[in-house]
């Protein structure tokens, strides 16, 4: 594939500006970009020539303007692309491996996991259905944001997870307490109008429901954070 040789001088020239910086911590970056870098071109799956022209071009433009400089200490401006950069070779990991799949599956983990928290906190109590109408608008900007792989979509599901997260607990420990407990089943079956068995019924599809929507989110979270470098 034709994006392999512009990643690879894009690797080298990585290698070079390595040299030149003297910041650790900014060798440290670098190094970590430039395994990047090397994790794509040996697993590259998508031929994104423009996309991997830009990351050369972007790494021989930081290049040239930080073996120009002649101070110690680099301007910031310099310090800024560099970062840039860097920014961009996490990014290539997902642009031109089957690694945007684990970024797909945090979306999809998400948008299914909040479908079954605004169902069952809408439903279940009346402070559940509260929580869900107030993350409701945070939680449609993560799902929009997230689709674009914005950073602030990131931070949004992040943001918005905990609470769905106790939520969910709390359905989970309160449906298996009334499922193993005859006293509470009939009286809550009473309370709502409901038979016995026609409740039992709701109650394990909400038990169910309760369980998936704590895996879906848990699962999110996780692959969220092992992805976050997906995110511009």
Do not use: H
Not at 54 to 80: C, F, H, N, Q
Not at 134 to 147: E, G, N, T, Y
């Amino acid at each position: 594939m034709e994006s392999t040789a512009f990643l690879t001088e894009a690797r080298e020239l990585l290698g070079k500006i390595e040299k030149v910086v003297e910041d650790e911590r900014l060798k440290r970056q670098l190094e970590k970009a430039e395994n990047k870098l090397d994790y794509v071109v040996k697993n590259l799956k998508y031929d994104n020539i423009d996309l991997a022209k830009l990351v050369r071009d972007k790494a021989s433009e930081v290049y040239s303007k930080i073996s120009s400089t002649r101070t110690r200490e680099l301007p910031k401006e310099a310090v800024d692309e560099l970062k840039r950069l860097i920014k961009w070779c996490g990014l290539a990991v997902y642009d031109f491996t089957d690694k945007i799949n684990d970024v797909k599956r945090a979306y999809r983990a998400f948008i299914w996991g909040m479908i079954i928290f605004f169902i069952l906190g809408g439903s279940f109590n009346q402070p559940f259905a509260i929580s869900a109408l107030l993350l409701a608008l945070p939680a449609i900007m993560a799902m929009s944001f997230l689709k674009k792989r914005r950073v602030t979509g990131y931070i949004l599901a992040l943001t918005t997870i905990p609470l769905p997260l106790v939520i969910f607990v709390n359905i989970v420990f309160y449906s298996v307490y009334a499922l193993t407990n005859p006293s509470e089943l009939s009286n809550t079956a009473s309370q709502l109008g409901m038979g016995v068995a026609e409740f039992t019924i709701l109650l394990s599809l909400v038990l169910i429901g309760g369980l998936a929507g704590l895996i879906l989110l848990t699962y999110a979270v996780a692959t969220l954070y092992k992805t976050r470098d997906a995110y511009i």
